[in-house]
């Protein structure tokens, strides 16, 4: 049985809790970081709750919960998926009532990849990327 990966599990619980999608900056922010880099950086100096949309009531929620939920996202979009959890273990880390465990993290590549210099407006960034990643081409045949 093939394993889930749960890279895209925790990019998506972080653009819920931040109301932020990943491949866009957040507007009005004065770094001009993406949602993960920005993510990343909350994590380093131990402010996640930071990430938390600000139009969220902190009534609704805990934050201990939140901080919770975020540190298991981090740990899904780690860079390889070797240190990821599937995803049986993030449900039980979800179902889990206590703080999680410090659980080492690796800063993933994305966080310096992406980052395009201020003053560029482009979406693009092929001309500057460092990915090693390769790419295939399939042709599909009908019968």
């Not at 049986?88 to 206590?98: A, D, Y």
């Not at 410090?102 to 560029?120: A, I, K, M, S």
Request: aromatic share 4%; glycine share 4%.
């Amino acid at each position: 049985m093939p394993i889930a990966d749960t890279y895209s599990y925790g990019v998506v619980v972080l653009e819920i809790l931040s109301g932020q999608k990943s491949n866009e900056i957040k507007q009005g922010d004065p770094v001009g970081e993406y949602l993960l880099q920005r993510a990343w950086k909350l994590y380093e100096s131990n402010n996640l709750i930071e990430l938390v949309d600000e139009n969220l009531d902190q009534d609704e929620y805990e934050l201990e919960t939140v901080t919770k939920v975020i540190e298991i996202a981090l740990m899904c979009i780690q860079s390889s998926h070797s240190l990821r959890p599937t995803m049986s273990e993030v449900v039980v880390l979800l179902k889990t009532n206590s703080l999680l465990e410090p659980r080492p993290l690796t800063r993933p590549v994305f966080v310096d990849v992406n980052q395009r210099p201020r003053g560029d407006s482009s979406t693009s960034t092929a001309s500057s990327s460092t990915s090693n990643a390769t790419a295939s081409i399939s042709r599909v045949l009908g019968r």
